[in-house]
């Protein structure tokens, strides 16, 4: 064979591989971009949000003191590590996992604003439109049940419907004893709370709101805007 033809051949015979080469580079770049990445979890916002859903369902379903990191963690399918690496302690976990995303003055103010003689029917379809709600109500049960046997819990669940909501709404009336008169409607709102979604009495729990309404709203009315009882008036 003689010189040229060979040089011919070597040259057809390199171009096949490199082509050859190209096609695997290519079909590597691909793969690698269509797969998902291996050992890796998702996104960082998605990841957080689906631990916080997780934690929401376990504190909601077993309380403070019985939900763990780990079964968090095995709940969101991700590393125990990972958990405490967003937020550092259970604690940490729980303050987020309770944080309620509306505003609470804005609440205040759907509930005051109308005739003075509606506020209690008011007050009662808006806690109950929070109980119930699929979007706030597993962090109302969670923090709910979490306030039974955690310290920590109870003073949050007393900052939010106390300190947020209800004494807002007492001092807005001007009676006096707003902070005793909040304090007598959260006895009844937080009791409706776990009766209603803890203790799962039937009745109540199947009834419609519109009739809870009924039932309950003209006693917290009595408590906001009512007369005080002449024994504790005369103390006065």
């Given at each position: ?17 490199r ?24 996104g ?16 909601a ?75 706030f ?9 979490s ?57 109540l ?21 009512g ?10």
């Amino acid at each position: 064979m003689s010189t040229t033809n060979r040089t011919k051949n070597d040259q057809r015979s390199g171009a096949r591989k490199r082509g050859a080469g190209a096609n695997r580079a290519t079909t590597s770049v691909s793969e690698g971009r269509d797969a998902p990445p291996r050992g890796r979890p998702p996104g960082p916002n998605l990841t957080r949000d689906a631990v916080l859903a997780a934690a929401r369902e376990s504190f909601a379903e077993r309380g403070y003191q019985a939900t763990t990191i780990r079964a968090v963690a095995a709940r969101a399918g991700v590393d125990p590590a990972l958990v405490m690496q967003y937020f550092g302690s259970k604690e940490g976990l729980f303050e987020a996992a309770i944080e309620f995303p509306f505003d609470a003055s804005q609440l205040v103010a759907r509930i005051v604003e109308g005739p003075k003689s509606r506020i209690g029917e008011r007050m009662v379809a808006s806690f109950l439109s929070l109980w119930d709600s699929p979007e706030f109500g597993p962090q109302m049960v969670g923090l709910l049940r979490s306030a039974a046997s955690d310290d920590k819990a109870a003073k949050r669940l007393r900052q939010v419907v106390e300190g947020e909501i209800l004494l807002p709404v007492a001092e807005s009336i001007g009676v006096p004893d707003a902070h005793l008169r909040a304090h007598l409607v959260g006895s009844q709102l937080v009791g409706l709370g776990f009766a209603r979604h803890l203790l799962g009495l039937d009745r109540l729990k199947s009834a419609p709101q519109h009739t809870v309404i009924s039932w309950i709203a003209p006693t917290i009315q009595r408590y906001l805007t009512g007369a005080q009882p002449p024994m504790q008036r005369g103390r006065q």
